[in-house]
């Protein structure tokens, strides 16, 4: 890591909107402000964790969220004046090398050193602030664990073995240069400080505090992420049983939120489309769709209550960043677009695209018999139907406010509502519960038997089981009055098959939301080979695919290079091998023997 000068600054407090700021800060040397003018009472402390949360809200961060964890899938591809940036442009060739800006990490390191350090000062904090209780403390430290944490587990899942410390670095007297921590030692550690914490944390923050039920670090956010983590860790079981712990907590969510309802509509699609699962309705008639985009994606208050049926964690921005004093989500306004510049940098790929007028044995993405009624093909894509068929090709999830879909003439067709440029207000959502569900789906298929009479009905109930969570999603997604299921379990009778259409789900539903590249190196790692994400890759390659495919035959090469300049810092970090020195221009030069 390189060497950190954490200034606390009064903007922090401003722009994440979380906490109001007084004026007790002046810039001053850090060593000073802690030891005498800073951390002596409650407010000191939720300052630093607005900054915790600001960190994460900035370009440096989301941009390496979003570019990690789906520009090098076969969903991403170059968009309009992508060559303005040559980093991102070698990005989408699969053209990567050390000097790319895009390795920096340090926004990631930054967040995670303002973690340790509330950890290490707010105990002492307690002990002089009568008003700053003992069970605040902890739900605070359980806080700030949860965003460490989250932070390591997205440079793990793209660097794989990464410099881990729970240690506050406060000054440059201190020895940063860390090595690397395995992959697996570095998830081990993420899990058992979860489990440490995760009875401490907040469960419902008060309704007044409308923001904070997604915005914040709650219990369900503990849930859901160490739901991930055991998967990734193959503990198949403890997967499933955070999954169902964020499934009952969203169901009492549900279940309030039918209290205050007048109308059973919605409640009527909740038990009988969705399986019993609280997803958000689709349709807000029989003509009209999208409404589930506008719950989750779009800027309506008025849908708060059910966003939170679905919505588990996501980073807050606004599109009024000059009124609220919030910031407005810089990164989807340049990387997806804004009403100003209908394609942003990148856009989907050919290969997506394509999926949405393909037909017969072509068609893989979106492969249900019905697929022309599936929402998320307008939702995700810039496709207005009708009469007018395609537009021009540009990711809309994010950088659209509202999505409404039509079916009154008998065919569908879409127009949606943009961001302005610099005024988009989406949240970036990290977790959703569909995303939970279908993790959940995953590890069903992976405690599978091999088959056998002897263990046939074992089989088929853990197939049951994950075909009704895949089948709720893809049902939620129709735009259709009367229902038919398009997913028929007949047709998912093995390990294989029903794991592939998981993957294909967790496509089409998370589809923009930095997941895609994610789930193709966990399936990499659980099977040992590069040949599904490869394979995947590929679809979008235009030039260079032997270049390409015989680089990403490397399971060394689906992690990212450390950043050079880190490499010149930190001369404990041994360069990812796929990468060669990194100081090449590119890794054609540690393929060719």
Request: one cysteine or more; a negative charge.
């Amino acid at each position: 890591m390189k060497k950190i000068h954490y200034y606390i600054v009064c903007a922090i407090c401003a722009i994440c909107g979380f906490t109001s700021c007084s004026d007790f800060l002046e810039i001053k040397p850090q060593n000073e402000i802690i030891l005498e003018d800073f951390w002596n009472e409650k407010a000191d402390v939720e300052a630093i964790i607005a900054g915790c949360y600001s960190g994460m809200q900035s370009e440096a961060v989301i941009k390496r969220m979003m570019v990690w964890g789906e520009f090098r899938s076969d969903n991403i591809g170059p968009g309009s004046n992508v060559q303005s940036d040559g980093n991102l442009e070698k990005i989408l060739k699969e053209n990567i090398d050390a000097k790319n800006s895009y390795t920096n990490w340090s926004g990631f390191y930054s967040v995670i050193n303002r973690c340790n350090t509330v950890i290490k000062y707010a105990p002492a904090v307690a002990a002089d602030d009568p008003a700053y209780t003992e069970s605040e403390l902890q739900a605070n430290i359980a806080e700030v664990v949860t965003l460490r944490s989250l932070c390591y587990f997205y440079l793990i899942r793209a660097f794989r073995d990464v410099p881990f410390s729970r240690e506050a670095f406060i000054d440059d007297s201190q020895t940063m240069d860390l090595p690397a921590t395995k992959f697996d030692d570095v998830l081990d550690s993420l899990i058992y400080d979860l489990e440490g914490v995760k009875n401490n944390a907040v469960k419902r923050y008060p309704v007044t505090k409308e923001m904070y039920q997604t915005g914040r670090v709650t219990q369900d956010v503990i849930y859901a992420l160490l739901c991930e983590l055991y998967l990734w860790k193959k503990d198949y079981q403890n997967c499933i049983n955070y999954a169902d712990l964020v499934i009952a907590s969203k169901k009492a969510i549900y279940e309030e939120n039918r209290q205050k309802r007048t109308t059973s509509s919605r409640d009527d699609e909740y038990l009988d489309r969705f399986n019993g699962f609280p997803l958000v309705s689709n349709s807000s008639s029989s003509n009209y769709y999208g409404d589930a985009y506008t719950v989750l994606f779009g800027r309506d208050r008025n849908y708060t209550d059910e966003a939170n049926q679905e919505i588990i964690f996501q980073l807050v921005f606004d599109d009024d960043p000059e009124g609220s004093g919030m910031i407005a989500n810089a990164a989807v306004n340049s990387f997806y677009g804004n009403s100003q510049s209908t394609t942003g940098l990148v856009a989907p790929s050919d290969y997506i695209y394509s999926q949405i007028e393909a037909t017969g044995n072509d068609r893989k993405v979106y492969a249900d018999k019905n697929k022309m009624y599936d929402a998320r093909i307008y939702t995700n894509c810039l496709y207005r139907g009708g009469s007018s068929g395609s537009s021009d090709k540009a990711i809309r999830k994010y950088a659209a406010s509202s999505i409404d879909i039509s079916g009154i003439t008998g065919t569908l067709e879409a127009s949606y509502s943009i961001y302005r440029q610099n005024q988009n207000g989406s949240n970036w959502i990290i977790y959703r519960l569909t995303d939970i569900m279908l993790l959940k789906a995953e590890a069903l298929t992976q405690m599978m038997r091999e088959e056998g009479e002897e263990t046939s009905d074992y089989n088929k109930s853990l197939l049951d089981r994950a075909f009704t969570i895949v089948n709720a999603v893809n049902k939620r997604s129709l735009c259709q009055s009367q229902l038919a299921d398009t997913l028929l379990r007949s047709a998912y009778n093995t390990k294989g098959d029903m794991e592939n259409l998981v993957l294909q789900e967790r496509q089409r539903e998370l589809m923009f939301e930095g997941k895609r590249w994610f789930d193709l190196v966990r399936l990499s790692q659980r099977n040992g080979n590069t040949r599904d994400l490869a394979a995947a890759a590929l679809q979008k390659a235009t030039t260079g695919a032997g270049l390409i495919s015989n680089h990403l035959a490397k399971m060394d090469a689906i992690y990212w290079p450390y950043n050079l300049d880190e490499m010149k810092v930190n001369l404990n970090l041994v360069q990812n091998p796929a990468f060669g020195s990194g100081e090449d221009e590119s890794y054609q030069k540690t393929t060719k023997k």
